[in-house]
């Protein structure tokens, strides 16, 4: 069965500090993996990594990918609370020309000023 | 990208109703996706609506309970039927562009 798994399930940081939030996968037909936050209802997108190795970076966050490892890693560094939210690790499969995506359990983020 | 114009967004209904739900895409798109996320949880996938066939559901979803339409390549609607508390939830559409996943604003549902 195909599965996404994140780690940790919750955490709680001060502000400044930096976050390493992780994300496991065993999905067939792997496209790509990717991270989103979600602060109230919709998520919203980050990063879309499809390369092993190759680091995305977007400000303070930052994120690679290791398909070796079948893993990947989102950083966040300098956090602020705005960074307050869940975070979210979804794998995209095709099969048969059809996309699908799995989410993982997500890790819920709280910055404490 | 996709911009996704979803409504409801929020809505508190009695148990037994139903609630419809609409997404209007602003670009044809030939996959829908409807989630579901019960609170604390993550997203769980209820069903692909494809535009001229039948939805596809996921295991431990069905048409009665969730049904949906398709009428052309920007908009779909999804019901929640008979309703009972454990519906509470967020309900969101997305579509699949360039990779990603793009959702709308999301439909959050009580069930009293």
């Known amino acids: 069965e195909d599965k996404v798994v994140q780690s940790p399930l919750s955490l709680v940081v001060h502000e400044g500090d930096t976050v390493t939030l992780n994300c496991s996968y065993e999905v067939t037909n792997f496209r790509s993996l990717l991270w989103y936050k979600q602060e109230k209802k919709a998520p919203t997108f980050l990063f879309m990594l499809t390369s092993s190795g190759i680091e995305k970076k977007s400000g303070r966050l930052s994120s690679i990918l290791d398909k070796k490892e079948l893993s990947s890693i989102l950083n966040i560094t300098a956090t602020q609370t705005g960074d307050s939210a869940i975070y979210l690790c979804?794998?995209?499969?095709?099969?048969?020309?059809?996309?699908?995506?799995?989410f993982g359990t997500g890790t819920r983020l709280k910055v404490l000023a | 990208s996709a911009v996704i114009s979803q409504k409801p967004s929020r809505d508190i209904c009695q148990r037994g109703t139903s609630l419809t739900i609409q997404c209007q895409v602003d670009?044809?798109?030939?996959?829908m996706f409807w989630y579901r996320q019960q609170p604390g949880q993550s997203l769980t996938l209820i069903a692909t609506a494809n535009q001229g066939s039948e939805a596809t559901y996921e295991s431990g979803f069905v048409i009665d309970k969730f049904p949906i339409s398709r009428p052309n390549l920007t908009f779909s609607t999804l019901t929640v039927s008979n309703m009972s508390p454990e519906d509470s939830s967020i309900y969101l559409c997305?579509?699949?562009?360039?990779?990603?996943?793009?959702f709308g604003q999301g439909t959050r549902l009580t069930v009293v």
């Open positions: 997305s579509v699949p562009s360039g990779g990603r996943a793009f």
């Open positions: 979804a794998v995209s499969q095709v099969t048969s020309g059809t996309y699908k995506y799995i």
């Open positions: 670009s044809q798109v030939t996959m």
